[in-house]
Protein backbone atom coordinates (compact mmCIF):
# COMPACT_ATOMS: atom_id res chain seq x y z
CA UNK A 1 0.00 0.00 0.00
CA UNK A 2 1.30 3.42 -0.57
CA UNK A 3 1.30 5.72 2.64
CA UNK A 4 2.04 9.39 3.09
CA UNK A 5 3.48 10.36 6.81
CA UNK A 6 3.30 13.89 6.93
CA UNK A 7 6.18 15.07 9.75
CA UNK A 8 9.68 13.08 10.07
CA UNK A 9 9.70 14.41 13.67
CA UNK A 10 10.03 11.69 16.27
CA UNK A 11 6.40 10.04 15.22
CA UNK A 12 6.09 10.12 11.43
CA UNK A 13 9.96 8.85 11.07
CA UNK A 14 9.60 5.68 13.17
CA UNK A 15 6.02 5.15 12.02
CA UNK A 16 6.75 5.79 8.32
CA UNK A 17 10.19 3.31 8.84
CA UNK A 18 8.28 0.21 10.29
CA UNK A 19 5.43 0.88 8.52
CA UNK A 20 7.76 0.61 5.21
CA UNK A 21 9.50 -2.61 7.09
CA UNK A 22 6.12 -3.99 6.95
CA UNK A 23 5.98 -3.91 3.51
CA UNK A 24 3.91 -0.97 2.33
CA UNK A 25 5.76 1.93 0.20
CA UNK A 26 5.99 5.14 2.48
CA UNK A 27 6.79 8.65 1.62
CA UNK A 28 7.86 10.90 4.89
CA UNK A 29 7.13 14.44 4.02
CA UNK A 30 8.55 17.39 5.43
CA UNK A 31 7.88 21.00 5.25
CA UNK A 32 11.83 21.78 6.78
CA UNK A 33 14.01 20.57 3.17
CA UNK A 34 17.02 20.15 5.45
CA UNK A 35 16.00 18.14 7.17
CA UNK A 36 14.68 15.83 4.43
CA UNK A 37 18.32 16.31 2.82
CA UNK A 38 19.88 15.39 5.76
CA UNK A 39 17.84 12.17 5.77
CA UNK A 40 18.69 11.26 2.22
CA UNK A 41 21.85 10.91 3.45
CA UNK A 42 21.29 8.89 6.01
CA UNK A 43 21.69 11.58 8.70
CA UNK A 44 18.85 11.27 11.38
CA UNK A 45 17.38 13.97 12.89
CA UNK A 46 17.24 12.24 16.24
CA UNK A 47 18.84 9.62 18.09
CA UNK A 48 16.28 6.57 18.54
CA UNK A 49 18.29 3.25 19.08
CA UNK A 50 18.11 1.03 15.94
CA UNK A 51 16.36 3.91 13.52
CA UNK A 52 19.14 4.82 11.36
CA UNK A 53 19.82 0.60 10.30
CA UNK A 54 15.66 0.64 10.07
CA UNK A 55 15.57 3.46 7.89
CA UNK A 56 19.01 2.85 5.90
CA UNK A 57 17.31 -0.94 5.01
CA UNK A 58 13.95 0.38 3.98
CA UNK A 59 15.34 2.96 1.25
CA UNK A 60 18.29 0.07 0.34
CA UNK A 61 14.44 -1.79 -0.64
CA UNK A 62 12.79 1.38 -2.01
CA UNK A 63 10.18 0.73 0.19
CA UNK A 64 10.92 4.36 1.79
CA UNK A 65 11.72 7.90 0.55
CA UNK A 66 11.37 11.39 1.89
CA UNK A 67 10.69 14.50 0.09
CA UNK A 68 8.71 17.96 0.88
CA UNK A 69 6.39 17.44 -1.79
CA UNK A 70 3.42 16.77 0.06
CA UNK A 71 0.57 16.92 -2.29
CA UNK A 72 2.31 14.81 -4.90
CA UNK A 73 2.91 12.31 -1.96
CA UNK A 74 -0.65 12.49 -0.89
CA UNK A 75 -2.11 11.74 -4.51
CA UNK A 76 -0.66 8.57 -4.61
CA UNK A 77 -1.34 7.26 -1.36
CA UNK A 78 -4.44 5.37 -0.23
CA UNK A 79 -3.77 6.62 3.58
CA UNK A 80 -2.02 9.86 4.88
CA UNK A 81 -0.86 10.12 8.38
CA UNK A 82 -0.81 13.78 10.05
CA UNK A 83 2.19 13.18 12.21
CA UNK A 84 3.20 16.76 13.10
CA UNK A 85 3.75 18.27 16.27
CA UNK A 86 1.45 19.29 19.46
CA UNK A 87 3.40 21.32 21.31
CA UNK A 88 1.52 23.13 24.57
CA UNK A 89 -0.20 26.50 23.20
CA UNK A 90 2.19 28.93 24.88
CA UNK A 91 0.06 30.97 27.56
CA UNK A 92 -2.68 28.36 28.18
CA UNK A 93 -1.52 24.86 27.92
CA UNK A 94 -3.96 23.90 25.15
CA UNK A 95 -2.76 21.66 22.45
CA UNK A 96 -1.80 24.21 19.71
CA UNK A 97 -3.28 21.82 16.75
CA UNK A 98 -2.23 25.07 13.84
CA UNK A 99 0.31 22.05 12.19
CA UNK A 100 -2.48 19.87 12.23
CA UNK A 101 -4.98 21.94 10.76
CA UNK A 102 -1.87 23.64 8.40
CA UNK A 103 -1.47 19.85 7.51
CA UNK A 104 -5.12 19.36 6.77
CA UNK A 105 -5.37 21.91 4.40
CA UNK A 106 -2.57 20.60 2.45
CA UNK A 107 -3.66 17.20 2.17
CA UNK A 108 -7.32 17.90 0.66
CA UNK A 109 -4.92 19.57 -1.93
CA UNK A 110 -3.43 16.37 -2.98
CA UNK A 111 -6.39 14.11 -2.54
CA UNK A 112 -6.86 11.70 -5.21
CA UNK A 113 -9.25 8.45 -4.79
CA UNK A 114 -10.54 7.23 -2.09
CA UNK A 115 -8.39 8.22 1.21
CA UNK A 116 -8.00 7.73 4.61
CA UNK A 117 -6.45 11.01 6.22
CA UNK A 118 -5.23 8.88 9.94
CA UNK A 119 -4.50 10.59 12.58
CA UNK A 120 -1.33 10.17 14.07
CA UNK A 121 -0.01 13.04 16.47
CA UNK A 122 -1.72 13.26 19.94
CA UNK A 123 -4.63 15.60 19.77
CA UNK A 124 -7.33 17.01 22.29
CA UNK A 125 -10.94 15.03 21.35
CA UNK A 126 -12.85 16.57 18.20
CA UNK A 127 -9.65 17.50 16.72
CA UNK A 128 -10.56 14.54 14.05
CA UNK A 129 -14.08 16.56 13.04
CA UNK A 130 -12.28 19.72 12.33
CA UNK A 131 -9.82 17.94 10.38
CA UNK A 132 -12.41 16.45 8.53
CA UNK A 133 -14.41 19.62 8.43
CA UNK A 134 -11.03 21.69 6.98
CA UNK A 135 -11.05 18.85 4.39
CA UNK A 136 -14.49 18.79 3.42
CA UNK A 137 -14.23 22.60 2.87
CA UNK A 138 -11.12 22.98 0.88
CA UNK A 139 -12.00 19.79 -1.24
CA UNK A 140 -16.32 19.73 -1.19
CA UNK A 141 -14.94 17.03 -4.52
CA UNK A 142 -13.11 14.94 -2.39
CA UNK A 143 -13.46 11.23 -1.45
CA UNK A 144 -11.72 10.43 2.27
CA UNK A 145 -12.38 9.47 5.68
CA UNK A 146 -10.61 10.79 8.67
CA UNK A 147 -9.15 8.17 11.75
CA UNK A 148 -7.45 8.38 14.72
CA UNK A 149 -4.80 6.33 15.41
CA UNK A 150 -2.40 7.52 18.32
CA UNK A 151 0.79 6.25 19.06
CA UNK A 152 1.71 4.58 22.28
CA UNK A 153 5.65 4.31 21.60
CA UNK A 154 8.39 5.18 24.03
CA UNK A 155 11.24 7.29 22.46
CA UNK A 156 14.33 5.08 23.38
CA UNK A 157 12.01 1.98 22.53
CA UNK A 158 9.94 3.17 20.23
CA UNK A 159 10.49 0.58 17.02
CA UNK A 160 9.90 -2.22 19.30
CA UNK A 161 6.73 -0.61 20.29
CA UNK A 162 5.55 -0.07 16.84
CA UNK A 163 6.23 -4.01 15.97
CA UNK A 164 5.43 -5.53 19.37
CA UNK A 165 2.14 -3.24 20.74
CA UNK A 166 0.33 -3.72 23.48
CA UNK A 167 -2.63 -2.98 21.57
CA UNK A 168 -3.29 -0.55 18.54
CA UNK A 169 -6.02 1.44 18.65
CA UNK A 170 -8.57 2.77 15.82
CA UNK A 171 -10.86 5.07 16.19
CA UNK A 172 -12.96 4.96 12.89
CA UNK A 173 -16.38 5.42 11.92
CA UNK A 174 -16.00 4.52 8.02
CA UNK A 175 -16.15 0.72 6.77
CA UNK A 176 -14.05 1.36 3.73
CA UNK A 177 -11.85 3.15 5.79
CA UNK A 178 -11.54 0.27 8.61
CA UNK A 179 -10.43 -2.15 5.96
CA UNK A 180 -7.67 -0.08 5.23
CA UNK A 181 -6.66 0.44 8.57
CA UNK A 182 -6.41 -3.53 8.98
CA UNK A 183 -4.60 -4.13 5.61
CA UNK A 184 -2.08 -1.28 7.14
CA UNK A 185 -1.57 -3.64 10.01
CA UNK A 186 -2.20 -6.85 8.79
CA UNK A 187 1.19 -7.89 10.05
CA UNK A 188 0.81 -7.12 13.73
CA UNK A 189 -3.08 -8.64 13.13
CA UNK A 190 -1.12 -12.03 12.34
CA UNK A 191 1.30 -11.60 15.46
CA UNK A 192 -2.22 -11.47 16.94
CA UNK A 193 -1.74 -8.00 18.52
CA UNK A 194 -4.88 -6.54 20.25
CA UNK A 195 -6.78 -4.81 18.50
CA UNK A 196 -9.34 -1.89 19.67
CA UNK A 197 -11.65 -0.50 17.24
CA UNK A 198 -13.61 2.13 18.51
CA UNK A 199 -15.31 5.66 17.38
CA UNK A 200 -12.96 8.40 16.89
CA UNK A 201 -13.45 10.84 19.43
CA UNK A 202 -12.94 7.65 21.95
CA UNK A 203 -9.72 6.81 20.15
CA UNK A 204 -8.72 10.34 20.86
CA UNK A 205 -9.74 10.60 24.32
CA UNK A 206 -7.63 7.20 25.02
CA UNK A 207 -4.37 8.18 23.94
CA UNK A 208 -4.82 11.16 26.60
CA UNK A 209 -6.29 8.89 28.98
CA UNK A 210 -3.08 6.57 28.79
CA UNK A 211 -0.92 9.09 29.34
CA UNK A 212 -2.48 10.68 32.05
CA UNK A 213 -2.93 7.34 34.39
CA UNK A 214 0.93 6.70 33.69
CA UNK A 215 1.56 10.06 34.93
CA UNK A 216 -0.66 9.44 38.01
CA UNK A 217 1.38 5.98 38.88
CA UNK A 218 4.35 8.10 38.65
CA UNK A 219 3.29 10.54 40.60
CA UNK A 220 1.76 8.04 42.85
CA UNK A 221 4.73 6.02 43.88
CA UNK A 222 7.27 9.54 44.35
CA UNK A 223 4.64 10.54 47.01
CA UNK A 224 4.54 6.84 48.42
CA UNK A 225 8.55 7.38 48.06
CA UNK A 226 8.92 10.42 50.21
CA UNK A 227 6.56 8.83 52.72
CA UNK A 228 9.09 6.31 52.68
CA UNK A 229 12.03 8.25 53.97
CA UNK A 230 9.87 9.59 56.24
CA UNK A 231 8.99 6.39 58.30
CA UNK A 232 12.03 4.07 56.95
CA UNK A 233 10.44 2.24 54.70
CA UNK A 234 11.98 0.78 51.20
CA UNK A 235 10.04 2.38 48.08
CA UNK A 236 11.51 -0.56 46.10
CA UNK A 237 9.68 -2.83 48.28
CA UNK A 238 6.53 -1.42 47.81
CA UNK A 239 6.77 -1.00 44.45
CA UNK A 240 7.16 -4.68 44.18
CA UNK A 241 4.49 -5.33 46.84
CA UNK A 242 1.65 -3.58 45.31
CA UNK A 243 3.17 -4.28 41.53
CA UNK A 244 2.30 -7.89 41.53
CA UNK A 245 -0.88 -7.80 41.99
CA UNK A 246 -2.04 -8.33 38.44
CA UNK A 247 -4.54 -5.24 39.01
CA UNK A 248 -2.09 -2.77 39.84
CA UNK A 249 1.08 -4.29 37.75
CA UNK A 250 4.70 -3.38 38.18
CA UNK A 251 5.34 -0.71 35.45
CA UNK A 252 5.84 2.42 35.61
CA UNK A 253 6.50 2.41 39.96
CA UNK A 254 9.71 3.42 39.42
CA UNK A 255 10.17 6.66 42.45
CA UNK A 256 12.82 8.92 40.60
CA UNK A 257 12.70 12.98 40.18
CA UNK A 258 9.24 13.07 38.47
CA UNK A 259 8.54 12.53 35.04
CA UNK A 260 9.99 14.93 32.00
CA UNK A 261 9.94 14.30 28.05
CA UNK A 262 8.31 15.85 25.56
CA UNK A 263 4.87 13.74 26.27
CA UNK A 264 3.69 13.23 29.61
CA UNK A 265 3.91 17.13 30.72
CA UNK A 266 2.30 18.57 27.75
CA UNK A 267 -0.60 15.44 27.45
CA UNK A 268 -1.31 15.69 30.93
CA UNK A 269 -1.93 19.63 30.74
CA UNK A 270 -3.94 19.26 27.54
CA UNK A 271 -6.20 16.80 28.86
CA UNK A 272 -6.89 19.11 31.95
CA UNK A 273 -7.38 22.27 29.89
CA UNK A 274 -10.00 20.20 27.36
CA UNK A 275 -11.82 18.57 30.84
CA UNK A 276 -12.38 21.72 31.95
CA UNK A 277 -13.52 23.17 29.01
CA UNK A 278 -16.51 20.34 29.23
CA UNK A 279 -16.87 20.96 32.91
CA UNK A 280 -15.80 17.57 33.53
CA UNK A 281 -12.34 18.49 35.06
CA UNK A 282 -9.58 15.61 35.86
CA UNK A 283 -8.65 16.53 39.40
CA UNK A 284 -6.54 13.90 40.14
CA UNK A 285 -4.41 14.86 37.15
CA UNK A 286 -4.38 18.39 37.72
CA UNK A 287 -2.84 17.56 41.28
CA UNK A 288 -0.54 15.30 39.33
CA UNK A 289 0.54 17.65 37.35
CA UNK A 290 1.07 19.71 40.19
CA UNK A 291 2.76 17.65 41.96
CA UNK A 292 5.43 16.82 39.84
CA UNK A 293 6.26 20.13 38.82
CA UNK A 294 7.28 21.06 42.62
CA UNK A 295 9.58 17.96 42.40
CA UNK A 296 11.54 18.27 40.12
CA UNK A 297 13.04 21.79 41.60
CA UNK A 298 12.68 19.69 44.68
CA UNK A 299 15.47 16.95 44.08
CA UNK A 300 17.72 20.04 43.98
CA UNK A 301 17.15 19.86 48.07
CA UNK A 302 18.20 16.30 48.60
CA UNK A 303 21.13 17.33 46.73
CA UNK A 304 21.87 20.58 49.48
CA UNK A 305 21.13 18.19 52.34
CA UNK A 306 23.29 15.13 51.24
CA UNK A 307 26.12 18.48 50.66
CA UNK A 308 25.91 19.46 54.26
CA UNK A 309 22.67 22.42 54.00
CA UNK A 310 25.07 24.28 51.20
CA UNK A 311 26.41 24.04 47.89
CA UNK A 312 28.01 27.61 47.70
CA UNK A 313 31.24 27.45 45.83
CA UNK A 314 31.19 23.72 45.17
CA UNK A 315 31.10 21.83 42.27
CA UNK A 316 28.80 19.19 41.74
CA UNK A 317 28.93 16.14 39.12
CA UNK A 318 25.60 15.38 37.34
CA UNK A 319 25.52 11.96 35.18
CA UNK A 320 22.84 12.04 32.76
CA UNK A 321 20.91 15.23 31.24
CA UNK A 322 18.31 14.02 28.92
CA UNK A 323 14.66 13.25 30.69
CA UNK A 324 15.44 9.37 30.45
CA UNK A 325 17.94 6.91 28.87
CA UNK A 326 18.08 6.20 24.92
CA UNK A 327 17.46 9.28 23.97
CA UNK A 328 19.08 12.53 23.67
CA UNK A 329 15.92 14.42 24.33
CA UNK A 330 16.45 17.25 26.69
CA UNK A 331 12.31 18.14 27.01
CA UNK A 332 10.84 18.86 30.57
CA UNK A 333 13.78 17.18 31.79
CA UNK A 334 13.99 16.81 35.62
CA UNK A 335 17.94 17.39 35.15
CA UNK A 336 16.96 21.46 33.51
CA UNK A 337 14.96 21.84 37.25
CA UNK A 338 17.50 20.39 39.49
CA UNK A 339 20.73 22.08 37.76
CA UNK A 340 18.86 25.48 37.82
CA UNK A 341 18.13 25.35 41.38
CA UNK A 342 21.95 24.25 42.31
CA UNK A 343 22.96 26.91 40.17
CA UNK A 344 20.68 29.26 41.88
CA UNK A 345 22.37 27.99 45.24
CA UNK A 346 25.74 29.07 44.28
CA UNK A 347 26.80 25.59 42.62
CA UNK A 348 29.21 24.97 39.56
CA UNK A 349 28.22 22.06 37.40
CA UNK A 350 29.83 19.67 36.11
CA UNK A 351 28.39 17.75 33.61
CA UNK A 352 28.13 14.25 31.27
CA UNK A 353 25.09 12.72 29.38
CA UNK A 354 25.98 9.98 26.48
CA UNK A 355 23.95 11.34 23.58
CA UNK A 356 22.25 14.47 25.42
CA UNK A 357 24.71 17.55 25.52
CA UNK A 358 24.33 19.11 22.37
CA UNK A 359 20.90 19.52 23.23
CA UNK A 360 21.75 20.37 27.01
CA UNK A 361 23.87 23.54 25.99
CA UNK A 362 20.87 24.98 24.55
CA UNK A 363 18.51 24.84 27.28
CA UNK A 364 21.37 25.19 30.13
CA UNK A 365 23.26 28.00 30.83
CA UNK A 366 26.91 27.65 32.46
CA UNK A 367 27.63 23.59 32.71
CA UNK A 368 30.86 22.37 31.83
CA UNK A 369 30.65 19.03 29.73
CA UNK A 370 32.92 16.25 30.21
CA UNK A 371 32.97 12.88 27.37
CA UNK A 372 33.27 9.98 30.42
CA UNK A 373 31.74 9.96 34.10
CA UNK A 374 35.09 9.91 35.57
CA UNK A 375 36.36 13.17 34.35
CA UNK A 376 32.87 14.46 34.99
CA UNK A 377 34.10 13.61 38.65
CA UNK A 378 37.59 15.08 39.23
CA UNK A 379 37.75 17.61 42.18
CA UNK A 380 33.87 17.52 42.36
CA UNK A 381 32.35 17.90 46.14
CA UNK A 382 29.52 15.41 45.55
CA UNK A 383 28.32 13.16 42.23
CA UNK A 384 24.64 13.18 41.70
CA UNK A 385 22.95 10.60 39.20
CA UNK A 386 19.64 12.35 37.31
CA UNK A 387 19.40 9.73 34.57
CA UNK A 388 19.42 5.68 35.02
CA UNK A 389 22.07 5.31 31.23
CA UNK A 390 23.27 1.87 31.19
CA UNK A 391 26.45 3.49 31.37
CA UNK A 392 26.01 4.48 35.01
CA UNK A 393 25.16 1.41 36.70
CA UNK A 394 28.28 -0.18 36.91
CA UNK A 395 30.61 2.58 37.77
CA UNK A 396 34.16 2.14 39.49
CA UNK A 397 33.54 3.85 43.13
CA UNK A 398 37.10 3.12 44.20
CA UNK A 399 38.25 5.02 41.85
CA UNK A 400 34.94 8.21 41.42
CA UNK A 401 35.94 8.10 45.33
CA UNK A 402 39.41 8.84 44.57
CA UNK A 403 38.43 11.91 42.31
CA UNK A 404 35.71 13.62 44.21
CA UNK A 405 36.60 15.95 47.17
CA UNK A 406 33.98 14.03 49.44
CA UNK A 407 32.36 11.23 48.67
CA UNK A 408 28.60 11.70 48.61
CA UNK A 409 26.65 10.25 45.80
CA UNK A 410 23.30 11.35 45.28
CA UNK A 411 21.71 8.70 43.29
CA UNK A 412 18.13 9.61 42.16
CA UNK A 413 17.10 6.71 40.28
CA UNK A 414 17.85 4.18 42.96
CA UNK A 415 20.15 2.40 40.67
CA UNK A 416 22.89 1.20 43.58
CA UNK A 417 22.13 -0.30 46.28
CA UNK A 418 22.67 1.55 49.77
CA UNK A 419 24.82 -0.81 52.25
CA UNK A 420 27.73 -1.84 48.90
CA UNK A 421 28.02 2.19 48.86
CA UNK A 422 28.05 2.61 52.72
CA UNK A 423 30.76 -0.50 52.83
CA UNK A 424 32.53 1.87 50.29
CA UNK A 425 32.28 4.45 52.25
CA UNK A 426 30.07 6.50 50.51
CA UNK A 427 28.03 9.34 52.01
CA UNK A 428 24.76 8.08 50.24
CA UNK A 429 21.11 9.23 48.98
CA UNK A 430 18.85 8.10 47.49
CA UNK A 431 15.10 8.11 46.22
CA UNK A 432 12.74 6.28 49.07
CA UNK A 433 14.94 4.21 50.88
CA UNK A 434 14.82 5.69 54.19
CA UNK A 435 16.24 4.50 57.17
CA UNK A 436 14.48 3.32 60.02
CA UNK A 437 14.09 6.00 62.45
CA UNK A 438 15.40 5.82 65.79
CA UNK A 439 12.78 4.63 68.41
CA UNK A 440 11.22 7.78 70.33
CA UNK A 441 11.55 8.14 73.77
C1 LIG B 1 5.37 8.20 26.89
C2 LIG B 1 4.52 6.93 26.96
O1 LIG B 1 5.17 5.95 27.78
C3 LIG B 1 4.29 6.35 25.56
O2 LIG B 1 3.43 5.22 25.63
C4 LIG B 1 3.64 7.43 24.68
O3 LIG B 1 3.44 6.98 23.37
C5 LIG B 1 4.54 8.65 24.66
O4 LIG B 1 4.73 9.13 26.00
C6 LIG B 1 3.87 9.69 23.79
O5 LIG B 1 2.79 10.17 24.17
O6 LIG B 1 4.34 9.97 22.69
P1 LIG B 1 8.00 8.72 26.68
O7 LIG B 1 7.64 10.14 26.96
O8 LIG B 1 8.92 8.41 25.56
O9 LIG B 1 6.66 7.84 26.41
O10 LIG B 1 8.69 8.16 27.99
P2 LIG B 1 8.35 7.20 29.20
O11 LIG B 1 9.18 5.98 29.11
O12 LIG B 1 6.90 7.00 29.34
O13 LIG B 1 8.89 8.07 30.42
C7 LIG B 1 8.35 9.34 30.74
C8 LIG B 1 8.96 9.89 31.99
O14 LIG B 1 8.52 9.16 33.13
C9 LIG B 1 10.48 9.84 32.04
O15 LIG B 1 10.96 11.06 32.58
C10 LIG B 1 10.79 8.68 32.95
O16 LIG B 1 12.02 8.79 33.61
C11 LIG B 1 9.64 8.78 33.93
N1 LIG B 1 9.32 7.51 34.60
C12 LIG B 1 8.84 6.45 33.89
C13 LIG B 1 9.52 7.40 35.97
O17 LIG B 1 9.97 8.35 36.64
N2 LIG B 1 9.20 6.22 36.58
C14 LIG B 1 8.70 5.17 35.90
O18 LIG B 1 8.41 4.13 36.55
C15 LIG B 1 8.52 5.28 34.53
Not at 120 to 146: L, N, Q, W
Not at 263 to 270: E, R, S
Amino acid sequence: MHIAMVGAGYVGLVSGSCLADFGHEVSCIDADAAKIEALKAGKMPIFEPGLAELVANNVRARRLSFSTDLVGAVRDAQAVFIAVGTPSRRGDGHADLSFVYQAARAIAAGLDGFTVVVTKSTVPVGTGDEVERIIRETRPDADFAVVSNPEFLREGAAIDDFKRPDRIVIGVDDKRAKAVMTEIYRPLYLNKAPFVFTSRRTSELTKYAANAFLATKITFINEIADLCEQVGADVQDVARGIGLDKRIGSKFLHAGPGYGGSCFPKDTQALIKTAQDHGAPVRIVEVVAAVNDQRKRAMARKVLTACGGSVRGKTIAVLGLTFKPNTDDMRESPAISIITALQDCGARINAYDPEGMDQARQVIDDLTFFYDPYSCCEKAHALVIITEWDAFRALDFDRIKSLLVTPILVDLRNIYDPDELDRKEFDYSCVGRGKVPPLGP
